[in-house]
C-alpha cells in the first residue's frame, strides 16, 4: 500500500499516544531500523505525536535545566525585559506574558519564553551565534545549552528514522537540517500547531498538555517518566502532503500553579524549498501546498504570532 492510499485509510480517532523505544535507532540491522521506522510512521499519520524512551538525555541534563530556567523565570519582570526579544535578532531572547498571540481570537498567550538557537557550548572565551544571555541565574547559558545539544543529538537520531518510515534513503534530509534547531523554555501556550518539522518537548510533571484529534475530541497527553514527546509541526504536513499530521495541541493551567516545558523544535535549513514530497502526491491525494522557502514561512508565523 503506498502513502498516499496508507494515509487515506487512516482514522485519526486516536485514544493512546504511543511510546517508542529509539535503543535500536542506530541498529547496524537495517531491518531492525526499518521497524522502527514503521512505529514512527503510524504514529505520525495517526496522532502526530510518539514518546520516545531511551532517547539518551540524561535526567541531570533534564534538571539542571530545569532549574536554571526557573531561576530565570523567578526573576522581576524589569530584569527578564533587558533581553526583550523585539530588540535582538530572529526573535532570541525574553517574551513575556501577553507578548504573541499563537491562537487566533485570543487577546494572548499567557506564557513566557525565552528563545535560543545553536551555538557551540565551548568557545574559547567568545560567545558564538545570535543568542543574548541573561547576567542571571550563574550557570544559565551552560545548563541550556547542554540540553539544546542533548537534544540535537535526538532529532539527528530521529531524522534518518523519519526518512525511512516515508520510503526516502536514510540520509534524505541530512543536507537540508544542518543549522535548523532551536528551543524556548516556556510557561502555558494556546492551541496551535508547529511550525516546524518536529519538536522535542520536555514536560513539567504538572502541565496539562491536549491534542486535537480529526473527531474534535481533546486527548490528554500527560507526561510519562524517562520519556520524551515528539510532536510533528508543519513543515512535515507542507512536506508530505498531510500524509505526516502537524496535530493542534494546547497547554492548560487549570490550577494556578507555574509549569514548564522546553520544546526544541526542528526544521529544515531555511534556504530549503519545502514542496510536496513526489511519494506522497498521487491522482486521489493531489498535492495541497504550493512550494515555500522555509525561512520565508517560518518568519511568517512568527511576525503573525508576535504582530511584527
Known sequence: MSLTESASAIKSDFQDIPVIDLSRATSPNESERKALADQIRDAC?????????????????????????????????????????????????YSPLLDGNIEPGNSGDMHEGFDIGWEELETDGVLAGANVWPERPDGFREAMLIYYHASIAVGKVLFPLFALSLDLPEECFDDKTRESAAYDPVIGIGAHTNFQCFTILWQDPGIELEVLSSEKKWTNVPP????????????FARWTNNVFKSPTHRAINRNGVDQYSIPMFFGTDYDVNIKPIASCVSAEHPAMYAPIIAGEYVNMRLKAMFGA
Open 45 to 93: 499519520m495517526n496522532a502526530g505525536f510518539f514518546y520516545v524512551k531511551n532517547h539518551g538525555i540524561s535526567p541531570e541534563c533534564m534538571d539542571n535545566a530545569l532549574k536554571a530556567i526557573k531561576e530565570y523565570f523567578s526573576l522581576p519582570v524589569e530584569e527578564k525585559m533587558k533581553l526583550y526579544h523585539k530588540h535582538a535578532a530572529n526573535f532570541r531572547g
Open 224 to 235: 510519562i517518566d524517562g520519556t520524551i514527546l515528539i510532536n510533528l509541526g508543519d513543515q
